[in-house]
C-alpha cells in the first residue's frame, strides 16, 4: 500500500514536472530577453525639420540633404483678377543637411529683400524611450540672415552689418504620441539696422508648433508665434500658419494657409505685415526632397 | 522506498538539466529585401540584434526582433518602413514561434549539417500566420548555425504597397535569416 502510494507520487511529480518543461519551451524567448530595452530616440515627432515656418525638434537623418522649395503666394482676398493670390509668389530656395543625429546646419535664400540666411539646429538631450529615457527634446537654434537688395539710400555711409540680423531659438518638443507633437520655441530676433527708429532692434517672440496625424501619410499643422514687443499698431501681426503635410514617399508637401509671407526667422517674426481676420491670409507650400549623400555601409547578407 | 526517492531526485535534477539542451543567440542577423524587380533602388534591412533559442530536445525554434532595429540604407527608407509600412510604434515587434518538424533526425551531439524544415507562427505587424520554411541547421563544435530563406506576402500582414511606390516596392519580401546559436547556460 504505502508502496503504491509512493509510486503514485513519484509518477504525480514526473508528470508535474514534465508539464513545467511544457510551459517553459512554450517561451522560450523570454529566457534571453531580459526585457530591458535600450535607448531608442523618438522619430518622426514631425514629418519635416520645419513644422510650417519655424524649425521643429525634428532632425534630419545624418548623411543626407533637405532641399526645400518654399513658395508663398499672394493675398486670397484678391480674387480672381490676381487669381485668389497665385499670380504673384515670394519663394525661398533651401539646403539643409543632417550631419549627427542631433545636428543640423542649413543655408537658404529668399526673394523677399534678397534675403540669404544661413542657420545651425543643435539637440543636447532628445526624447527617448528605454532604460533612460527622456520626456522631451531640448534643442536650440541659431541663424543669420543677410539682406542683399541694394541700399535704400546708396549716397550715405552704408555699413555691411546694417544688412545682418540674428536669431536664437529654444525648441522644447514633446512627441505625445503617435498622432500628436507639440512644441514651444521662444525666440529672439536681434536686427542691427531697423527701418523705423520705434521698431525695436531685439524682438521676443513665443511660437508654438503642433502636429496631429490624420493617416499614415497626411497630417495637420499648426504654427504660431506671439510677439512679445514689436507689434506696431495696424502694421504688423502675429504670424499663424496652418496647413496640411502630405507625404508621397520621396517628396513631402507642406500645404498651408497664413498671413505671413516670410520664410526665415527674421523675415515672418518681424515682417508679417497681414492678418487672418481680413481675408488677408496666402497659399503657400513647402517642398522638401530628402537626399541620401552618405550612404549607410553596405547592409550584408 | 528509498530507491523511489532517489528516483525522484533524479528526476527532478534531469528537469532542470534539460536547459543545456537549448541555444540561443542575441546577435541574430535577419535580412528582407523587398525589391521590385527593375527597382533602381535596394528595398532592403538587415536587423544584427534576433533572439532566437532553440530547444533541441522538443525542436521548438523561437525568434523576436524589434522592429526599429532593421537598417537601411537610405535614413529615408528606414524612416518609412517604420512610418509608413511596419508602423512601429503601434507594432514594435516580430515574433515567429514554431517547430522543426523533423528533429528527431537530427542529431545534435556529432558536427554536420542537416536540412530541416519548421512549421510555426509568424507575427508582424500585428498579425499572426502559419509559415512554412525549409532551412539547415550546422553544427559545429557545439555551435548551432541556423539558415533559411522564405518569402512572406505583405498583403498577408495586410501592408499595403501603395501603387506609386509599386514600381520599387515589391508586394512580397524575401527573408533571410542568419543565427548562430551558443548553448544557453543553465540557471
Redesign the interface.
Known sequence: M??KI??AA?LL??LF??K??AQE?E???S???SGS?SN?YI??AFKSTRVINGHSMEF?????MDFRILHRFGQLDQGYKNFFGLDQASMRMGFDF?LYRNLMIGVGRSTFKKELDGYFKYAPVMQSTGNNSFPMTIAIAAGITMNTSPWADPTINNYFSSRLAYYYQLILGRKFS?RFTLQLTPTMVHTNLVVLHTQPNDVFALGAGARLKLT??IALTGDYFHLFNGIEQAVNYHPLSIGVDI????HVFQLHFSNATGMNERAFINETTTRWGKGEIRFGFNLSR?F?LK??Q???? | ?KK??W??II??F??TV?AQD?Y?T?TG?I?FDATSPGSPEQV???HKST?C???TK?G?L?F?V?M?GF??????M???F???YI?S??FPKS?FKGQISNNSSISYATNGEYPVSVKGKLTMHGITKDVEANGKLVVKNGKIAATSVFTVQLADYKIAI?G??ADKVSKSAKI?V?CLLDP?PAK
Not at chain 2, 71 to 76: G, I, K, N, S, T
Request: proline share 2%; charged share 30%; no cysteine.
Open positions: 504505502k508502496k509512493h509510486f513519484a511529480i514526473l514536472s514534465f513545467v518543461k519551451t517561451d522560450l524567448l529566457l534571453v530577453d530595452t531608442t522619430k518622426s534630419l537623418s545624418p548623411g543626407t543632417g503617435e499614415k501619410r507625404e508621397t514617399g520621396g530628402v541620401q550612404k549607410k553596405k547592409t550584408d547578407s | 522506498m523511489i526517492s528516483l525522484l528526476l527532478l534531469a528537469g534539460s537549448k540561443f542575441k542577423k535580412n532592403e534591412g538587415i533572439l533559442v532553440l530547444d522538443t521548438n523561437q523576436s524589434t526599429k537598417e537601411f540604407e537610405r535614413a529615408l528606414q524612416e518609412h517604420n512610418e509608413n508602423e510604434d503601434q515574433e501603395p506609386l511606390v533571410v542568419n544557453l
